[in-house]
Structure formats: structure tokens, C-alpha cells
């Protein structure tokens, strides 16, 4: 059996970002209260910030408010540091009878260097939408 040689050319970020929304759900700067004891960006700041920058794309998806149900796979590609621009973008995956399933790539420049983009992390985030008494509930559609 003869194997063929396949060569695997990685997408760039410019490409990646073509399959979100055009403008980030949201856009901060990292400050100093925000970093870990090694003086980057502390983890658990970027989860926050990609959790809420999902719920409102899902939130929007299902046409009612929605719960974080699971948080699939993240992983830090690259640290973050105090005054880095980070952005969130964000995409609806799927849209279920009552959750729905978006996909946040997490972007940055560094500090005042605006050509330097890079990949901090992506993540799957999965919603439930939930009625006004907190219940799960179905997504209202537009038909």
C-alpha cells in the first residue's frame, strides 16, 4: 500500500476571523487587577469575559434569556499581558429546541502594537434557553 504525502497548511487568524460576526462581541484591556501571580492575565478573567461574550450571541439566537451549560475544551494558546486589547468573537453553531451551541475565538493585540494580532484561545459554549421563572424552555424562532 503506497501513502501519499499530505501536507497540512494551518489556517491563518485572518482566515479564522472571516467565519465570525465582523465586529468582537466584546473588546477589553487587561489591567493590572487582573493578572495571576506569574504577572499575565489570569485565566479565570478570560473564561468570564468569553462566557458573557457567548451568552449574548446565544441570547440573541434563541430570542430569550439563555444559562451557560457546559464550556467545552480551552485552550491557552498564548498569554496575555496588562495592556493587551482582547477581543472576543463570537458565532451561533447550532440552534436546538431549547439550547443553543456558539463558538467564541478569543483575539488580542499587544498592548500599544496594534499590527501584532494573535490567537489566545477558542472555545464551544453550549446554552439552555430558560423561561422568566429560570426553566428550561424552548427557543422562540422567528418563522
Do not use: C
Not at 457546559?70 to 472576543?88: K, L, M, R, T, Y
Not at 468573537?89 to 499590527?115: F, K
Not at 459554549?125 to 424552548?138: I, R, Y
Amino acid at each position: 500500500m503506497e501513502s501519499k504525502n499530505v501536507t497540512y497548511h494551518p489556517e491563518s487568524l485572518e482566515q479564522k476571523l472571516e467565519r465570525y460576526r465582523p465586529d468582537p462581541a466584546i473588546r477589553v484591556v487587561m489591567l493590572p487587577k487582573d493578572t495571576n501571580a506569574l504577572g499575565s492575565i489570569f485565566g479565570g478573567v478570560i473564561l468570564s469575559q468569553l462566557d458573557l461574550a457567548a451568552s449574548e450571541e446565544a441570547r440573541i439566537a434563541a430570542g430569550r434569556n439563555v444559562v451557560t451549560k457546559v464550556i467545552n475544551e480551552v485552550d491557552f494558546v498564548a498569554p496575555v499581558e496588562v495592556g493587551d486589547w482582547v477581543s472576543f468573537y463570537t458565532r451561533t453553531e447550532r440552534v436546538g429546541r431549547t439550547s443553543v451551541t456558539v463558538h467564541v475565538l478569543v483575539v488580542a493585540h499587544r498592548g500599544h502594537r496594534r499590527d501584532e494580532l494573535f490567537q489566545v484561545t477558542d472555545a464551544e459554549v453550549v446554552f439552555v434557553a430558560v423561561d422568566e421563572e429560570g426553566k428550561p424552555a424552548e427557543v422562540l424562532r422567528e418563522e
